[in-house]
C-alpha cells in the first residue's frame, strides 16, 4: 500500500486497498493466506503527516492444545506520524519517520507486515475450552472420549472364549 508524498493536499484524505495474497512476503506469512483490507487515513498539516491504518482479515492459525487448524477475523490498526525534512523537526517525544523532501510515495508494506506479525496472539487455541489431546491414547477430546481406561483383551482369554462356544 503505497501512500503519495509529494502531491498530498493539505488535510484529510482516505485510501483503501485490497491487499491480494502473496503480495506481501515474510516470515510467518502463513497465518495470513486471504486478502487483506487496508485502510489508511491520511492527515496532511504542513510538513507532518498523520497517517492511520486499519487492516482487516482472516488469520489461520493451529491450536495449541488440539493442533486443529482453524481460522479467526484479525482486526488490527496502528499510526505512523512523517515528517517532511529533515532539519526543522521540533518534536522529540514521538516516533517520527522522516522523510526527504523530494519523497514522491511512502510504501506502508514493511509496517503492515510488522503489524500482522505483532497480532499474532502468544497463545493460540481453537476455542476457550479447548480440552487439548490426551497424552495416553492422543484421542481429540474435543471430538471423541479418552481410551485409556479400556484395557486390551488378554490374547490367552480370548482364545479360551473361542474354545468354549
Ligand atoms: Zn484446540
Ligand atoms: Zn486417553
Redesign the pocket.
Known amino acids: 500500500m503505497k501512500i503519495p508524498i509529494l502531491h498530498l493536499p493539505e488535510g484529510f484524505q482516505r485510501f483503501e486497498e485490497i491487499i491480494k495474497p502473496g503480495t506481501l512476503h515474510f516470515y510467518r506469512q502463513e497465518v495470513y493466506p486471504a486478502a487483506i483490507q487496508a485502510v489508511a487515513e491520511v492527515n496532511k498539516f504542513q510538513k507532518n503527516i498523520r497517517c492511520r491504518v486499519s487492516l482487516r482479515t482472516t488469520a489461520h492459525h493451529a491450536c495449541d492444545r488440539c493442533l486443529e487448524a482453524f481460522a479467526i477475523p484479525c482486526e488490527c490498526a496502528f499510526e505512523l506520524l512523517f515528517h517532511i525534512g529533515k532539519e526543522d523537526l521540533q518534536t522529540e517525544e514521538e516516533d517520527v519517520v522522516l522523510l526527504a523532501p523530494e519523497t514522491a510515495e511512502v510504501d506502508l508494506a514493511e509496517w503492515i507486515v510488522e503489524q500482522l506479525i505483532l497480532s499474532i496472539p502468544m497463545k493460540l487455541l481453537c476455542r476457550e475450552d479447548c480440552q487439548g489431546i ?6 481429540n ?1 474435543n471430538q471423541e472420549a ?4 479400556e484395557k486390551p483383551g488378554d490374547p490367552r482369554w480370548e482364545k479360551l472364549r473361542e474354545l468354549l462356544k
Open positions: 490426551c497424552p495416553g491414547c492422543g484421542a477430546l479418552c481410551r485409556c481406561g
